[in-house]
């Protein structure tokens, strides 16, 4: 699957997979889905889903949860990615941290 989003910067098209990669030419045969978000509205919609992510996550914090050491720091770490995933994002782009 191939995106093409609306840049109003450039009042150009830009395309991109679903694993980030840009193409300055869009591949013979394939699917686009117009991604017709602002950027605005692209990073909201990105900071929602990492809330999620970080929600379903929080009970790996708590003292009394039955995990080892090591996995408690894992999701931590994993935690702390997700918390830092908007410090660096293209708004059309997102490659979210692979949980533990």
Do not use: C, H
């Not at 609306?6 to 840009?22: H, K, L, S, V």
């Not at 702390?80 to 908007?86: F, P």
């Amino acid at each position: 699957m191939i995106y093409r989003i609306y840049d109003p910067q450039t009042i150009t098209f830009a395309y991109f997979d679903e694993y980030g990669e840009a193409y300055a030419v869009l591949p013979d045969g394939a699917d686009v889905e117009e991604r017709p978000l602002t950027e605005a509205q692209a990073l909201n919609a990105v900071r929602a889903v990492r809330n999620a992510k970080l929600v379903d996550s929080d009970y790996t914090q708590l003292p009394d949860v039955t995990i080892s050491p090591e996995r408690v720091e894992e999701w931590r770490l994993y935690r702390q990615q997700l918390r830092d995933i908007t410090d660096a994002l293209q708004w059309n782009v997102t490659t979210w941290p692979a949980k533990p």
